[in-house]
């Protein structure tokens, strides 16, 4: 075999050898350390809907959102409906979910999936009442007054 061709096999046998490795880390991260999380977490299990009902003077809103989780990581979606009356509201907000929880502890970020509104929010909530209660802040950034505000919120698992 020519010097050539023995170059020209070893550089193809290396990126051959690199996307084997790549598609194997890919398959270990995605997959399996997801599966064993799964398998060997203990704590709570808040996956479902969740709602929150604001009902302060001049303005109404509910909360509600999906939680997804898996071990400790949790994503999902949520949705804001604002206004004087609920069943016909001013404004809604799509937000996207994601963040953590630990020893009774969550973290949530929202971000507004619409990508021409610069809606954020992060809340720290705990799990109360064997977990039928998550109760905690929400901080956001407020759209109308480019203001970051709190509420103390409880929500409720959605029956």
Do not use: C
């Amino acid at each position: 075999m020519s010097e050539v061709a023995t170059i020209i096999l070893g550089v193809v046998s290396g990126i051959i050898t690199t996307a084997a490795l790549y598609v194997v880390g890919l398959l270990f991260k995605s997959f399996f350390i997801p599966w064993y999380q799964a398998v060997t977490y203990k704590g709570v299990d808040i996956n479902g809907t969740w709602e929150y009902e604001s009902t302060a003077p001049g303005q109404k809103a509910k909360f509600e959102m999906t939680i997804v989780q898996r071990a400790h990581m949790i994503s999902g979606d949520a949705t804001i409906l604002q206004g004087q009356d609920l069943n016909n509201p001013t404004t809604i907000t799509n937000l996207r979910i994601d963040g953590g929880i630990w020893e009774g502890y969550i973290t949530l970020n929202m971000q507004s999936k619409d990508r021409t509104r610069l809606s954020y929010s992060t809340s720290l909530l705990r799990v109360l009442h064997g977990g039928l209660v998550l109760q905690g802040n929400y901080v956001f950034r407020s759209i109308k007054l480019d203001e970051i505000h709190n509420i103390e919120m409880r929500w409720r698992r959605k029956k």
